[in-house]
């Protein structure tokens, strides 16, 4: 009998599994630049991934779950791909967290701007609910988006709105928010009014560009198509047939936000976004947006969808700095208590 023991079996893996897909170039998109796709979702889901000769095929070598789930995303990518939605690191760590959706639940929050052949995906389950919300006509005429910065509430709601504008759906795009100053004083601004304003305007220009291009959203502008204004400006006004976003909520007051929620004339729908924990306004003044949430959550047709730190896009430390802030304030409050 020998005396050398016997060695441990290694538990028996099952074969890779291989996904076919019809479109080679599509697969390309998927791996990314010299595989970067692959190499953020084999980190995110412990597996290996293949395309052998850059061909139609996918090789996942795993077992179990991480399989499973490897599947599904690249299912979901792929569905992504087809409608010439952009794939990148950012959108295939995204796909990762999120929940087992088919292609078409996957293509459903999904806004298309067709003139200028731009689209928003939602990356997050935050930001599914929200363009859901934000597309269901049948069921509200108007949506908040509330929770913390870099979670896409502005920049989806302009593309929503973008995207009616341009299919014909409404006659007007009409952004506004408080000109508040975040913290600082500006002092006198030259020039005309709308020089004046156009500083506390910067963001939705910038989300605009994004959504329709700078010839696009310049254009419209001059047609009176898209108006960007300040909150000021709304009082005495009717707008019909509009698809109105309320910027920076958070920065109106009581009186304000009442009055330019009540501006919302026939054929139009509305667009609330902020967030209640960076208001802007002077030290003991009330915000308008905690109390309209209080008082018109459960009322018939408005919807309100909220947004957490699992739910920011922006450079990935913006949501450890959401986290070391939030942890920072519920502090302050024990020690106010």
Not at 79 to 96: F, H, M, N, V, Y
């Amino acid at each position: 009998m020998s005396s050398r023991s016997a060695k441990p079996r290694r538990p028996r893996r099952e074969p890779a599994e291989t996904l076919h897909f019809d479109d080679a170039e599509r697969v390309r998109v998927l791996a990314g630049p010299g595989h970067e796709n692959f190499a953020v979702l084999e980190s995110e889901l412990e597996v290996r991934l293949e395309a052998p000769g850059g061909g139609q095929v996918v090789v996942i070598a795993e077992d179990g779950t991480a399989r499973r789930d490897a599947v599904r995303v690249l299912n979901a990518l792929y569905a992504r791909a087809g409608e010439g939605l952009p794939i990148d690191p950012g959108a295939a760590k995204a796909a990762c967290l999120m929940a087992d959706d088919g292609p078409h639940d996957v293509l459903d929050t999904v806004i298309r701007i067709p003139r200028s052949k731009a689209s928003f995906a939602a990356r997050t389950e935050g930001q599914k609910a929200y363009v859901r919300a934000l597309k269901d006509e049948a069921s509200y005429d108007m949506i908040f988006g509330v929770g913390p910065a870099g979670t896409g509430k502005t920049l989806l709601a302009v593309a929503h709105g973008a995207a009616q504008l341009a299919q014909g759906a409404i006659d007007r795009l009409i952004i506004t928010r408080p000109a508040v100053e975040a913290g600082e004083r500006l002092g006198f601004l030259p020039g005309d009014l709308t020089e004046k304003i156009d500083p506390y305007l910067l963001p939705i220009w910038d989300a605009l560009r994004d959504a329709l291009g700078q010839r696009l959203s310049e254009k419209m502008r001059e047609e009176g198509r898209v108006e960007v204004a300040p909150l000021a400006f709304m009082r005495g006004r009717t707008l019909n047939k509009a698809f109105v976003i309320v910027d920076e909520a958070q920065n109106a007051t009581v009186p304000q936000m009442r009055m330019v929620l009540t501006r919302l004339g026939e054929g139009s729908r509305m667009a609330v976004t902020g967030d209640p924990t960076q208001t802007d306004l002077r030290r003991g003044e009330p915000s308008g947006l905690p109390h309209a949430l209080s008082i018109l959550s459960d009322v018939e047709r408005i919807a309100v969808r909220r947004f957490d730190r699992t739910d920011v896009v922006r450079h990935g430390l913006v949501a450890r700095i959401v986290d070391a802030y939030e942890v920072d304030d519920a502090r302050r409050e024990g020690l106010q208590r």
